[in-house]
T-cell receptor, first 108, second 119 residues
């Protein structure tokens, strides 16, 4: 089956810009969706499709994709953006869903 | 606003069975594809199973195929996961989630229910 690869950890200074990436062959055929998860809470969808934000998600979150790589960019990171970020997409080999291993974001 | 509430988690012996439920409110449940996603302690998200709105398309992760069965009752706004032959590696928080766009896009999540497989 396919895999999605994320960096395990990323840090950003308060107010600066950070990019979190997700790589995998399935992203050549499917858009990535992005989830934020804080300790003890369920994941929250923050981006999906080409660059769509669900209602209530701040516009400092944006997305892009190219070839087999999807990116989540936070422009002007805030302390409340700390948490784990997961990408997810369809699996190009079957009708399954796959997730990346997650990126822990620290806002310094 | 839509809400999902899972129930049925608990401690199960290896080889045992458990049935999880997920009840929806505030949405037209029968219009949604729904999924189960799990998360082992300290680990990442793992997709488990999906079922479309009419129960005509059902898929399972290889890790649970043949042991788990997903089903739904649209009249009761409910989703189920029957888990048999449970193993220690099935220990996780189990979330139900609605899919409102493409595969892998889950817009509404429940709070999760913990299943612990241990003797």
């Amino acid at each position: 089956s396919s895999e999605l690869t994320q960096d395990p950890a990323v840090s950003v200074a308060l107010g600066q810009t950070v990019r979190i990436t997700c790589q995998g062959d399935s992203l050549r055929g499917y858009y990535a969706s992005w989830y934020q998860q804080k300790p003890g809470q369920a994941p929250v969808l923050v981006l999906y499709g080409e660059n769509n934000r669900p209602s209530g998600i701040p516009d400092r979150f944006s997305g892009s994709s190219s070839a087999n790589t999807a990116s989540l960019t936070i422009t002007g990171a805030q302390a409340e953006d700390e948490g784990d970020y997961y990408c997810g997409s369809g699996d190009s080999n079957n009708n399954h869903v796959i997730f990346g291993g997650g990126t822990k974001l620290a806002v310094l | 606003e839509g809400q999902l509430v899972e129930s049925g988690g608990g401690l199960v012996s290896p080889g045992g069975s458990r049935r999880l439920s997920c009840t929806a409110s505030g949405i037209n449940f029968s219009n949604y594809n729904v999924n189960w996603v799990r998360q082992a302690p300290g680990k990442g998200l793992e997709w488990v199973s999906s079922i479309n709105s009419r129960s005509s398309y059902i898929f399972y992760a290889d890790s649970v195929k043949g042991r788990f069965t997903i089903s739904r009752d649209n009249a009761r706004n409910s989703l189920y996961l029957q888990m048999n032959s449970l193993r220690a590696e099935d220990t996780a928080v189990y979330y139900c989630a609605t899919q409102n766009w493409g595969p892998g896009t889950f817009d509404i999540w429940g709070q999760g229910t913990m299943v612990t497989v241990s003797s």
